[in-house]
Structure formats: C-alpha cells, structure tokens
C-alpha cells in the first residue's frame, strides 16, 4: 500500500502563511493525481485543492480560492500546499491523498490512498 506523509502543519495566527508538504513513501508521485482534504473539529471532511497528475488542471473549494495554492514537483516527488491569509476558520487536519490517475477530482470517493495528517491551527 502506497504511504503519503504530510509535514508543514503547526500554529499560526490569522493572516500568517504555512505550505504543506506530500511525498508518497517509496513510490512515485508523478505516476498519481493528489488532492488535499481537511476535516476541522465536529464537521466532515471536505475537500480543499486537487491537481492533475501533470500539474496542468487544478481545483479549489470556493473558501479557499485566492488564498490557497496546490502544486507539484514531480523531480522532488512532493506535492504542496501552500496557505496564505489563514483564518480562524482554516484550522483543520490536513490530509494527502492519491489516485492512480491522470485528472484531478474533487471526489473523495475517488482517491485510493490517504495521508495521516497534519494539524493546522490558526489562532485570531
């Protein structure tokens, strides 16, 4: 089974920036589609960013739209995110996820692999 490790979460007060990290462990990323889900305290996953196994098709909720950026860099086998002009409302554990395919989604369901994840908590 494919492992995906999340580094970068932490605190952060509102305005701040922070960029997550993805690398799927012992594979190669350029061979999936990624996306980046967040389930904040008391409510449901839902989905944040995908891009497409290229880098050429990106997507974003609504929320994060301007503020939030997903990329990929097949040479170092990592995917990022990166978050400017956090809110309070931003705070949520942040998760990777992979799919053995070319376009990007925003369907959970669609995803094969998931991460850990990693804390994100802005403060007012």
Not at 19 to 47: D, H, I, N, V
Not at 62 to 76: E, L, P, Q, Y
Not at 81 to 108: G, H, W
Request: charged letters at 20%.
């Amino acid at each position: 089974q494919v492992q995906l490790v999340e580094s970068g979460g932490g605190l952060v007060q509102a305005g701040g920036s922070l960029r997550l990290s993805c690398s799927p462990s012992g594979r190669t990323l350029s061979t999936y589609a990624m996306g980046w889900f967040r389930q904040a305290p008391g409510k449901e996953r839902e989905f944040v960013a995908a891009i497409s196994r290229s880098g050429g098709e990106t997507y974003y909720t609504d929320s994060v739209k301007g503020r939030f950026t997903i990329s990929r860099d097949n040479a170092k086998n990592t995917v990022y995110l990166q978050m400017n002009s956090l809110k309070p409302e931003d705070t949520a554990v942040y998760y990777c996820a992979a799919r053995s395919a070319v376009i990007a989604t925003m369907n959970e369901r669609l995803y094969d692999y998931w991460g850990k994840g990693t804390l994100v908590t802005v403060s007012s």
